[in-house]
């Protein structure tokens, strides 16, 4: 990577601008926090260091020469193993466990008692119902959200057969692998629970059968997203394309400017529901452009998608909005919200407002959703927010311009729809025929989060541009999505700039049919990091269509900047579906040949898909190609 690229924190202009100010102001950011960690541990970069039990922590020398073994004989593969699957449960805990809160919602409300949540989209109710093996014959929307409800529900505890949502959502070709391996989850708690039991002191300390537990708990976590977004969907509606802007110039100053962040779309929805009676109250308190909503992270990702919520940041920058000084109020549900957000309350005027009971930061102002009164939480947040206007400081706001036109909103129903307008009869064709004919040489899912070790932004913008250039379809979640969306790459215009010849062709054909009068997006953005799932179900359909298994098609995934451990059991979910995954940060896992083996070779032995971990964007881009070129070659295209 270039020098000048590695010593910038940020290629986004607006947030180089922010880190200047909070530079000049003498805030700490979490890049000064990564700064203070240097040197950071390299037993720890390894993941050969064990704290499971209190005879440790114990720590295997890499160079061979001190410890090769902790106090109760673990090696470095046995290490390294536990510490990953861990990681991979602690994922599936966070996507499943939004999953349940959605379950429950849909069980009230179907009940009566949270009326505030009406489902939107009754025929994504009926669709689910009916692969769910429910018989929705002549039966009302709440008869089929309760029994929605109740096999999602089931779907947590320990029960007899496959995980539904695990089992009805991918090939047959997946299932049947699955099974000869062993690895097909049932209740998706119990997988999480297995995996702490099996790295508890004292009992798994095979690497290779660890790491299959660790994929079974992956498809777990597949099971969550795809019960997430579903549930999503039924509650506040199936996206489509929508247009509106991204990036820090999407604040104005003079309206009350409400952060809405996190990953869980239960609060947010309705308070872009309720902000929009609430208007005239902020114009009132002399905020004469009324209440501006804008988005952050996934939990921006579901406002966008369905309510055309300006994006404003993603990930490591979340402080930089504060920093701007006209946030007056960041509202915030939970995961990838950091507690640094709290060290900047005494500089600025802005409330930071918790609101999930799991997930409170010191500092911030609580206050708990409580879903049976959900309009009413959300409009007493309002006016907090509207009444922390007053308090802002003159001195201290600096709104960066830049912004950029996204369009979002690409489900898998809104995809199969722009296709249909081309063939309505058989709506894959026109898809399947241009990967045949090479006009798409491949896909690749981008996802993932960013990460303070890489210069935000710098992989997605560099590798997205390479692929498409070389005709390659992009799919996009997540912070990865968001980063697109603040440089203007979700567009017809990134599609005539940075799209091969072929790709551009088939954008401009679908885009016109669909009456865009122009190509559709070089990148299309489906959504949260729970919407992984939905470029699933594409990947599925085609699959289906051409009579082969998933790890046969020239679809990739990529999380180049990837962070979390969220980030993590997705990536061996996608690994487990069959999909070459590259990886542009290294996971802690070097400390074992065989666990580094196992991923990025075994695997495809046993499942068709494999790691690919390259931390240089380029070069990574030149192993996908390859991948994308070989799966061509296996199909005889």
Not at 74 to 84: K, Q
Not at 103 to 132: N, Q, T
Not at 343 to 355: A, E, F, G, P, S
């Amino acid at each position: 990577m270039d020098k000048k690229v590695l010593s910038q924190k940020s290629i986004d202009s607006t947030c180089q601008s922010m880190i200047k100010k909070a530079e000049d102001e003498g805030i700490e950011t979490i890049w000064d926090r990564l700064e203070k960690q240097q040197p950071q541990c390299g037993f720890g970069e390894l993941g050969v260091c064990c704290k499971i039990c209190m005879q440790g922590p114990c720590r295997i020398d890499p160079f061979k020469v001190g410890a090769q073994k902790g106090v109760c004989g673990a090696n470095a593969d046995t290490i390294v193993a536990r510490n990953l699957v861990r990681a991979i449960a602690g994922g599936t805990a966070a996507h499943s466990g939004h999953a349940k809160h959605l379950a429950h919602i849909l069980s009230k409300s179907a009940k009566g008692e949270f009326k505030d949540y009406p489902v939107k989209d009754p025929e994504k109710l009926k669709a689910v119902a009916a692969r769910l093996g429910v018989d929705i014959e002549g039966k009302n929307n709440e008869e089929l959200a309760r029994e929605v409800a109740r096999l999602a529900l089931e779907e947590f505890s320990e029960k007899e057969g496959p995980n539904l949502w695990a089992a009805t959502t991918v090939t047959k070709g997946r299932v049947d692998t699955f099974s000869k391996l062993g690895v097909v989850p049932g209740g998706i708690d119990s997988a999480i629970s297995e995996i702490m039991h099996r790295t508890h002191y004292g009992v798994d300390a095979d690497p290779v059968n660890l790491l299959l537990g660790g994929i079974k708990c992956s498809l777990a976590d597949y099971a969550g997203c795809h019960m997430g977004t579903d549930l999503a969907d039924i509650l506040f509606g199936t996206p489509q394309p929508v247009v509106t802007e991204a990036n820090m110039g999407v604040l104005k100053e003079n309206a009350v400017n409400i952060a809405l962040h996190g990953h869980n779309p239960a609060l947010s929805d309705i308070i872009v529901q309720v902000a929009a009676e609430m208007q005239d109250e902020a114009k009132n308190m002399g905020a004469s452009e009324g209440i501006n909503l804008v988005g952050m992270c996934c939990t921006g990702n579901e406002v966008l998608m369905r309510h055309k919520i300006p994006p404003l940041t993603h990930s490591v920058s979340q402080e930089l909005a504060i920093i701007t000084g006209v946030i007056d109020a960041m509202v915030v549900d939970y995961q990838c919200v950091i507690p640094g957000l709290a060290n900047l309350l005494d500089c600025y005027h802005t409330k930071l407002i918790t609101t999930m009971p799991i997930a409170k930061i010191s500092g911030a102002q609580h206050m708990e959703l409580n879903e049976e009164n959900a309009r009413e939480c959300a409009g007493d947040i309002i006016k907090t927010a509207i009444d922390s206007f007053g308090n802002r400081k003159p001195e201290k706001v600096n709104i960066p311009k830049e912004k950029n036109t996204a369009i979002a909103g690409f489900s898998t129903e809104a995809i199969l729809g722009a296709l249909g307008k081309v063939d309505s009869e058989d709506p894959l064709k026109p898809l399947i025929d241009n990967i045949v004919n090479g006009n798409i040489l491949g896909v690749c899912l981008f996802a993932g989060c960013n990460n303070a070790k890489v210069p935000q932004d710098h992989n997605f913008v560099t590798m997205v541009k390479e692929l498409a250039k070389n005709n390659v379809l992009i799919l996009a979640t997540g912070c990865g999505a968001g980063a697109f969306a603040r440089y203007g790459l979700l567009t017809p215009e990134a599609t005539l700039e940075y799209a091969g010849d072929g790709l551009k062709a088939v954008l401009t054909a679908v885009g016109e049919a669909a009456g865009l009068n122009g190509p559709l997006p070089m990148i299309l953005h489906m959504g949260s990091c729970v919407d992984n799932s939905r470029a699933v179900d594409v990947a599925v359909a085609v699959a289906n269509k051409l009579g082969v298994d998933l790890d046969k098609l020239p679809v990739v995934a990529s999380a180049p900047e990837a962070m979390t451990e969220k980030a993590i059991s997705i990536g061996t979910w996608a690994v487990s579906g069959g999909l070459p995954t590259h990886v542009g940060v290294i996971p802690p896992v070097l400390g074992s040949d065989l666990v580094a083996e196992v991923l990025t070779v075994k695997t495809k032995e046993l499942v068709g898909g494999y790691f690919i971990v390259e931390t240089d964007p380029l070069k990574a881009c030149e192993k996908l190609l390859e991948a994308i070129k070989k799966r061509r070659q296996g199909l005889n295209i």
